[in-house]
């Protein structure tokens, strides 16, 4: 490992600001040569004596619905609450179909206070991915899993395929607002798998957030009665009043806690996606060949870096041109 | 004085007669120049100086941090102190800036808002002091905070916050000052923000409903006095350069708020309907490039608010040529407001009844307007009114739209712009060619007079009663107890602006108002476009991701028209970015480029203070480590002779109004962006 990729891994686990910044950008980028360099800083990362180790919630809901607003919230009062807590949040906004340029907005809505260490955003576009991640954030979420106690990950939050964001979060909030939509809505929208938490947001405008809950509340009887999965909670809350705002956070890292993934589980997740994003049905029906499941391929390619650029050569022969990781 | 308006004659239609019968001009609109700068002594000379030339009226420019409710010596302040205008730190500062200008004789405008009770609490203790009756005070705080969060940025508090300070306001003035007016619904900010005609009358209309409605929620007011109360809201428009259609505009907006006034708010005296309003003509639309063309400009401007009787402005304050090159300098001043003496006493303008009263054409274009703006009023009351409006982002959303159509087709060349996209060759300006290059600089001693003023203010006043004074404002901010005696009494007790809005910060929390820029498209289109968009591209794969750009505006500058342009541009050129909005410190924006790993930081200042605000970006990036990674462009109002110093600071490239073609800007920043990678490699 090169002098300057120490400095970088041990400024970031001090999270200083810029060595961080740096730091996540290795793993956004999509230069194939950008991979043997983030497995160089990965395999730093989680050797550090001083790692942490993350958990993830993931926040998903309605554009406008407070998201971004919440998470600055959450983020804000665990740091407090917490003072040995690092916390972090990755938020994705959507490209332009047309320039494939976004507008980073999620930070407009979050001021966190800048000299402080323990807390650290970063925007992130979609690019042209469906789901509500961009093509890197995993990647990014593979950095910060060592050097933050709590990642939020706020995805653009277009209602679909929503299931990406219940992988990666060990708890996964959904963010309701007034008026979101009748009992049918809910049934008919599978959103109701999605969420450990509901937050019913905006509560301070009242009535409306009062007939949502009511009504999610009755729907979520229906849906959960039987079989043997906990319930969601069902929180109201506001960023105006403060309300709920202690009793979601208690929930979400609850609930982190209970339902925790294992991080393997999630890199094999995603690295099927990369496989279909990279290379198509054909790539995932190619994988057994190659390698029998995700999983097994990933551990016997030695991680994530590895075996993306195994499975290209697999795939593709010798030079593997033409692969983003 | 009704009856001492001229009427047209029975006899000869095209002639004015008094009540007597004799042959009668009108008397003309009130002459004003915005003015003040430096210190309290630089502005009073200017003052008086004006006074002695003609000017009828006081309109007083406060500089930001006055503005923003901060006192000279707080570290937001110190790069903005005196630049735009004057800087008020307490009422020994009213004291000098008021010198032997008699208060009960002058109409004093006041362009102030986030801090308008603090200016009318002073203004009221300094006619106290002076043994001056304040009951005869005249004037107007401008106190329109609606279009502070939507386009002028010297916003403090929340909306609820700020809208009760204009109720308060008004209750008050109607008991004690009732010449004053409380607050001056504005427009004029709204289309030099972007607003179409029929958006500017909508959005105002809908203003003053806002408060009014308060107003009347509230309850201190009925019958009578409430009608009296509509009577008091008078408005500050802006006249654009299509002036017949900026005619037929004032004409909507008279009938509409006759309209509103009976129907809404049942008042029957047409005089109490009577929209009154001022004028500052459009500014936005004057160029830096062949300034001497903007004389012109500003004269058509004119015509468009004098020519109709009908519709005639009740005052007048016009820019001056240089416009987009710097604050006006007292000639400047000068050649503008002969140009009203000019139309006024020159002309036989004010001879004549109204001369569009039954034309087909301008009766049918001011119907078109109204039709367009009355739906819009419905829209916005449809979501909850103004507050709501602005708090969900859709009236801010509507004008950066309206920006970016205006943008659009002047790059498209579908909007002529004489001297810039059109006729653009031309011989160099004599007018630039003094000394002082035409431009207006600050005077720096004066500056540092006024803060050993505030020090001295500071340890001369009695702290005991400072205190008091301090906390009987924070109690009656709290128990919802009308605000103007506690802040009177700050104001005797030598608090400073400062003190004042941090009290009042303590007790109402402070606002951030939205950008609007979210899902705007300039469809910038074209051969050239295409080739920025695909150089972005190339960039994107070498740098393995899309180039990030940071777009910041620091300081208390609350031009963000600009900024809001360079960031929709950046995106749909290709770009990823990150623009948060006014008014953050160099630290946040350096903090927010650093975190997100931006690839350059694009600042924007038009106040006149981007040299010490690039000092200070420039250190805060070599102080993170970051000096070499991230490249920094400027942009605004900066002139030619600056760009030297802020080259030798380490800035990459300046933009000014000249780069008004938004693909160019694009182009030459990701070629900034190729020289940094090619350093790199
Ligand atoms: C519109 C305008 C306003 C609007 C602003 C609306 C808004 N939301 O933006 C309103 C009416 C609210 C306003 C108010 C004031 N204004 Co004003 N305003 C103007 C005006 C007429 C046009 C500016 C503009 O929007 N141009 C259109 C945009 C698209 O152009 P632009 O910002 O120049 O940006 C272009 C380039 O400069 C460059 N660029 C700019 N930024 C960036 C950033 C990057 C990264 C890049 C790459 C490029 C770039 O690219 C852009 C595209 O071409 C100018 C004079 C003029 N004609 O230029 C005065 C002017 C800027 N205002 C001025 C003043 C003094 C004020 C006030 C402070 C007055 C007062 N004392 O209260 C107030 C307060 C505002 C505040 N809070 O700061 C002065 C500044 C004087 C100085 N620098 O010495 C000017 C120059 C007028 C004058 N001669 O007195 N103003
Ligand atoms: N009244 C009220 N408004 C809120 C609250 N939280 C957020 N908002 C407003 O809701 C709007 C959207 O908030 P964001 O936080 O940007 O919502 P988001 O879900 O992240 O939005 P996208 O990322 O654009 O999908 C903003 O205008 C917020 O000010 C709340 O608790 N009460
Ligand atoms: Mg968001």
Redesign the pocket.
């Known amino acids: 490992m090169q002098r300057g990729e120490q400095d970088l891994v041990e400024g970031a686990v001090a999270l200083a600001k810029a060595p961080l910044g740096r730091l996540v950008s290795i793993f956004e980028d999509a230069r194939p040569g950008a991979a043997a360099k983030r497995k160089r800083v990965h395999a730093a990362l989680s050797a550090h004596p001083r790692r942490r180790e993350a958990s993830f919630i993931g926040v998903t ?12 919230e959450l983020a804000l009062r665990l740091a407090a609450a917490d003072t040995d807590l690092a916390v972090a949040v990755l ?1 994705v ?1 959507p490209s332009s179909h047309r320039s494939g340029g976004a507008l980073l ?2 930070r ?2 979050v001021r966190l206070p800048a000299g402080e260490r323990r807390l650290f955003f970063r925007s992130q576009s979609s690019g042209l991915e469906l789901g509500g991640l961009g093509r890197a954030s995993f990647q990014v979420c593979r950095a910060l899993r060592h050097l933050f106690d709590v990642v939020f990950v ?1 995805t ?2 277009i209602g679909q395929s929503e299931i990406e964001i219940r992988v990666l979060g060990d708890a996964t909030l959904v ?1 309701m ?1 007034p008026l979101a939509g009748d009992h049918v809505q809910f049934m008919k929208a599978g959103l109701m798998e999605i969420p450990d938490v509901l937050a019913v ?5 009242g009535e409306p957030a009062e007939v949502t809950y009511r009504t999610l509340k009755a729907t979520l009887d229906l849906s959960h009665a039987g079989d043997g999965t906990p319930a969601p909670a069902v929180v109201k ?5 403060g309300a709920g705002l202690a009793e979601l956070c208690a929930e979400l890292r609850s609930r982190a806690e209970r339902r925790r993934g294992s991080f393997a589980d999630k890199e094999a997740y995603f690295f099927e996606g990369w496989i279909r994003g990279e290379f198509g049905r054909y790539g995932l029906r190619r994988l057994p060949a190659i390698g029998g499941t995700a999983a097994e391929f990933l551990a016997a390619s030695g991680g994530f870096d590895d075996a993306q650029a195994a499975f290209a050569r697999a795939l593709l022969g010798d030079d593997a041109p033409g692969w983003s990781p | 004085m009704a009856s001492r308006v001229p009427k047209p004659s029975t006899q000869t239609p095209h002639a004015l007669v008094s009540e007597g019968g004799e042959p009668e001009r009108d008397r003309p609109w009130i002459f004003r120049t915005y003015g003040g700068h430096s210190s309290a002594q630089a502005s009073n000379r200017l003052f008086r100086d004006n006074l002695a030339r003609g000017q009828t009226g006081l309109s007083i420019a406060f500089d930001l941090p006055t503005q923003c409710g901060y006192s000279s010596d707080h570290p937001l302040a110190r790069p903005e102190v005196g630049k735009v205008g004057v800087p008020v730190n307490s009422l020994d500062d009213l004291h000098v800036l008021f010198e032997d200008i008699p208060l009960e004789k002058m109409n004093t405008s006041m362009t102030i808002n986030g801090t308008s009770m603090w200016l009318l609490a002073l203004y009221v203790a300094l006619a106290r002091e002076r043994g001056e009756d304040p009951a005869k005070l005249r004037g107007t705080t401008q106190n329109d905070i609606i279009k502070e969060y939507l386009a002028r940025g010297t916003y403090i508090f929340p909306p609820d916050a700020s809208m009760r300070i204009i109720a308060e306001m008004y209750e008050y003035c109607l008991e004690h000052i009732p010449k004053w007016n409380a607050s001056n619904v504005c427009s004029y900010h709204l289309q030099e923000a972007g607003a179409t005609p029929a958006q500017e009358v909508a959005f105002a209309l809908s203003t003053a409903i806002g408060v009014l409605d308060l107003i009347r929620e509230r309850g201190q007011f009925s019958g009578d006095s409430f009608a009296t109360c509509v009577g008091r809201v008078s408005f500050f428009v802006n006249a654009g350069i299509r002036f017949i259609e900026e005619m037929c505009k004032m004409r909507a907006f008279g009938e509409l708020w006759d309209e509103i006034a009976r129907e809404r708010y049942g008042v029957d005296d047409p005089e109490l309907r009577r929209f009154r309003y001022g004028v500052q003509v459009n500014s936005l639309g004057l160029t830096e490039a062949q300034p001497e063309n903007n004389a012109w400009r500003i004269l058509l401007e004119a015509l468009g608010v004098t020519l109709s009787r009908d519709a005639r402005c009740r005052a007048l304050q016009l820019p001056a040529w240089n416009e987009a090159l710097s604050l006006p300098r007292p000639w400047d001043q000068q050649w503008s407001l002969r140009l009203q003496q000019i139309l006024a006493h020159e002309t036989d303008l004010l001879e004549y009844p109204d001369l569009f009263a039954g034309s087909p054409v301008v009766a049918s274009k001011t119907e078109a307007i109204k039709a367009e703006a009355r739906a819009e009023i419905e829209r916005i009351d449809d979501m909850g009114g103004v507050r709501a409006a602005v ?3 859709y009236m801010k959303s509507a004008l950066v739209r309206s920006m970016a159509e205006r943008a659009a087709r002047i790059g498209r060349g579908e909007q002529t712009v004489v001297g810039v996209n059109a006729f653009a060759e031309g011989l160099p300006s004599p007018l630039v060619g003094g000394d002082d290059g035409g431009l207006f600089s600050v005077d720096e001693a004066a500056v540092r007079e006024g803060l050993e003023g505030l020090e001295a203010t500071r340890r001369r006043r009695d702290p005991e009663r400072a205190r008091a004074a301090l906390d009987r404002l924070r109690r009656a901010a709290e128990r919802d107890e009308n605000m103007m005696e506690a802040s009177i009494e700050c104001a005797l007790a030598r608090v400073t602006t400062g003190e004042w809005a941090d009290a009042l910060r303590g007790v109402f929390g402070e606002y951030r108002a ?1 950008t609007g820029i ?1 899902g705007q498209s300039l469809g910038l289109r074209g051969r050239r476009a295409d080739e920025v968009t695909r150089r972005v591209e190339t960039l994107s794969r070498r740098l393995g991701r899309r180039p990030r750009v940071v777009v910041g505006k620091p300081g208390l500058d609350g031009h963000s028209n600009g900024a809001e342009m360079i960031a929709v541009a950046a995106r749909d050129t290709g770009f990823d970015v990150i623009y948060s909005g006014i008014r953050l410190t160099p630290e946040e924006i350096v903090h927010t480029a650093v975190e997100e790993g931006a690839d350059l930081i694009g600042i924007s200042v038009l106040s006149g203070s981007h040299l010490e605000l690039a000092e200070d970006v420039m250190a805060r990036l070599e102080e993170a480590q970051a000096g070499d990674d991230i490249p920094v462009v400027f942009g605004g109002i900066i002139p030619e002779a600056d760009i030297a110093s802020l080259t030798r600071r380490g800035v990459r490239r300046v933009f000014t109004p000249k780069d008004y073609e938004l693909v160019q800007v694009m182009d030459a920043i990701a070629e900034v962006l190729e020289e940094r990678e090619a350093r790199a490699t």
């Open positions: 809901g309605a554009p406008g619905s407070g998201k971004s607003s919440l998470v600055g938020a906004d907005g999620d407009t809505r706020e653009v939050g963010v607002p947001h905006k509560s301070d405008q809350t506001s960023v105006e009043t | 708090a969900s982002g939205m979210e």
